[in-house]
């Protein structure tokens, strides 16, 4: 859960999960390790990346993009 600022607000995401839940509940995808039971890890970040935003043009409400990547942290 994020605030109007969009910074990750905890107590906002325990009170939600004390409702049941809310539209407004979502998960930030930053990366891409495994995609059908393949291992992505090996690939480029920058490979596994383009694949996440593939992925996700498929997804629903409840899965976005992060803007910000692991800029490459791991190969």
């Known amino acids: 859960m994020c605030d109007s600022a969009g910074v990750s607000d905890f107590d906002r995401l325990r ?19 495994e995609l059908d039971s393949r291992d992505m890890r090996r690939s480029q970040w920058v490979d596994r990346r383009e694949t996440l935003v593939r992925v996700l043009r498929k997804a629903g409400d409840g ?13």
Request: aromatic share 12%.
């Open 15 to 33: 009170a939600v999960l004390a409702r049941g839940g809310s539209s407004e509940f979502f998960l930030y995808a930053f990366d891409l390790l």
């Open 63 to 75: 899965i976005r993009l992060s803007e910000q990547g692991s800029g490459g942290l791991g190969a």
